[in-house]
């Protein structure tokens, strides 16, 4: 589903050169999540900005759904993947009520919104239909996670892209948004490429993952050798160590 | 450790008892803390609890520190013998920084933006250690070395934006150290942190905190990190103190088991969902309770 070839983007700021992404490569399957770990300013972050087309400066190439994009997408691309943040709060428009919110991607792509889909969207995601007529500081973290997770899935993108979704929720909320992400990824079908810094988060949602160090890509190894503690650099095993204090 | 549980009264660093934290017109409160109770001697005690349930309120209320909208009241709220209710703001501000210490999440709020670290750790030592000019710079100095950073002469000279959050973080535990307060409260210290500095700065902590024999509150959302590094664990829910723990396996109130079930852990088979708080369950132990 995710083809990605030697990828290289390079951050320029005054006569300094920061070489953000080395030549990544990797490849996700249709239905399966990729999870990326690593500290910040790994990469990690810039290359799913760059699967996102929010990222316009890198080099290599990018397949998805079996054809090439662009560093500048072309609107039949768009529709391709949708992207989850880490702040709910930021992703939201503050003064638009939760049914403008959603409608706003359906208006974009010229296709029809109405009432209707925004309600059959809330109520997938577990939220009441009437939440539509609230504003995003009337709901909770929690609450406000799902409606971004909703208004991602409303063009029914193939792929969807996914920054510490939970990070800044509870653990106890966070456990719940993470059972409603692998319920849609089993009925929907979807793709992941999920980014964080929790090995335990990855565990328990990703078939595989890759370790990020300066913009390399360093380790690939599966969920199952994560869990086994069967992993093969020593930065894995250090970063391994000091997730479980 | 026996030598760390509080023994005497010398010993008890702080007392509280009764202690109620409110919002709103007193005819119909809202309690964010209700009724907390606990002892601190020279130890480590972690307060664990979701967003909301009171323990930064409680942090604050010690401190004095609460918002002016918030009403404090306790049956008793000593430290060191001390009645922090009845102390006149004068005598509080005295023993904020001196005597307790209160290290909060994200150093980039706490630090000023426009002056070097190394001169805002410097007036620490003059303000509490009375120390002048090239006396205190030296103490700042040695601060930074304590808190195992590398070059401590250039870092001296960096702006709060020039320096890592890990970095921030420990010149924050730097200044907060510095005159060896007897009690130290630090509100979620590690989360704004990567995993991999989390357990350096903890460390760095925990091994500050033992060698000046002071006591040391750590509030955090996370129950496993806070099992690791503290003697006592106190679970709070919705303002109350529900429950006491010394390890995770002690762990007997729904609510705890509740929290240490959600976190997602790489032992064990792989659950197809995770265990999430039975909500309806615990409304009705409050209302019964």
Redesign the interface.
Same mark, same amino acid.
């Not at chain 1, 509870?170 to 719940?176: G, I, P």
């Not at chain 1, 000091?242 to 204090?245: E, G, L, W």
């Given at each position: 589903m995710i083809k990605v070839r030697n990828i290289d983007v390079h951050f320029q700021a005054h006569h300094h050169d920061k070489h953000a992404v080395k030549s990544v490569s990797f490849s996700v399957a249709r239905g399966e999540c990729l999870g990326i770990v690593g &500290?910040?300013g790994c990469g990690k972050s810039t290359v799913l900005r760059s699967l996102a087309g929010l990222e316009t400066h890198w080099t290599g190439t990018i397949g998805m759904a079996g054809r090439q994009v662009g560093q500048k997408r072309r609107r039949d691309d768009l529709p391709l993947v949708q992207m989850v943040f880490q702040d709910p709060y930021g992703s939201l428009h503050p003064r638009h009520r939760i049914g403008r919110a959603l409608k706003e991607p359906l208006i974009s792509m010229g296709r029809t919104a109405d009432d209707d889909i925004v309600g059959v969207a809330l109520e997938g995601v577990g939220l009441p239909r009437h939440f539509a007529g609230r504003f995003p500081h009337q709901l909770s @973290?929690g609450q406000r996670q799902r409606v971004a997770i909703a208004r991602a899935l409303l063009l029914k993108p193939p792929i969807v892209l996914l920054d510490e979704p939970t990070s800044a929720l !509870? /653990?106890? /909320? #966070?456990? &719940?948004v +993470?059972?409603l992400l692998?319920a849609l990824r089993r009925e929907m079908e979807l793709t992941y490429v999920f980014v964080s810094? !929790?090995? @335990? /988060?990855i @565990? #328990?949602?990703c078939d595989r993952l890759i370790v990020m160090r300066d913009g390399e890509l360093i380790e690939e190894m599966t969920?199952d050798e994560?869990?086994g503690?069967r992993v093969k650099t020593e930065y894995a095993r &250090? +970063?391994l160590e000091?997730?479980?204090? | 450790m026996p030598a760390d549980t509080p023994t005497s009264a010398s010993d008890r660093l702080l007392h509280v008892r009764g202690l109620d934290v409110t919002f709103g017109r007193s005819a119909n409160p809202v309690f964010a803390v209700k009724g907390a109770s606990f002892d601190l001697g020279r130890e480590r005690l972690g307060i664990v609890g979701e967003s909301g349930s009171g323990k930064s309120t409680l942090g604050r209320a010690i401190m004095r520190l609460h918002p002016k909208s918030a009403r404090v009241t306790a049956d008793a709220m000593r430290f060191m013998g001390t009645d922090l209710m009845s102390l006149g703001e004068a005598a509080m501000s005295r023993l904020r920084g001196s005597e307790i210490s209160l290290i909060l999440q994200d150093p980039r709020y706490s630090l000023n933006p426009v002056q070097p670290v190394g001169m805002q750790i410097a007036e620490v030592a003059e303000v509490h250690l009375g120390l002048k000019g090239k006396a205190s710079r030296a103490a700042a100095a040695d601060m930074l070395a304590a808190v195992r950073i590398r070059d401590v002469e250039r870092t001296m000279g960096l702006y709060p934006h020039e320096i890592s959050g890990g970095m921030g973080q420990r010149v924050m535990i730097a200044m907060m150290l510095l005159n060896k307060p007897k009690l130290v409260i630090a509100d979620e210290p590690t989360s704004a942190l990567d995993v991999s500095v989390r357990s350096d700065v903890l460390t760095l902590l925990d091994n500050l905190v033992r060698e000046n024999a002071s006591g040391l509150i750590l509030i955090s959302h996370d129950i496993r990190m806070v099992a690791r590094f503290c003697d006592r664990i106190i679970v709070m829910y919705a303002g109350r103190m529900v429950e006491e723990i010394t390890s995770l396996a002690s762990a007997r109130h729904p609510y705890t088991l509740g929290l240490i079930a959600a976190m997602p852990s790489l032992d064990g088979p792989r659950p197809d969902r995770l265990p999430v708080l039975d909500r309806q369950l615990l409304a009705q132990m409050k209302e019964s309770a």
């Open positions: &500290e910040s @973290g !509870d /653990v106890s /909320v #966070q456990a &719940e +993470l059972n692998s810094h !929790d090995l @335990g /988060v @565990g #328990q949602m969920a994560l869990r503690r &250090e +970063l000091k997730s479980f204090i | -």
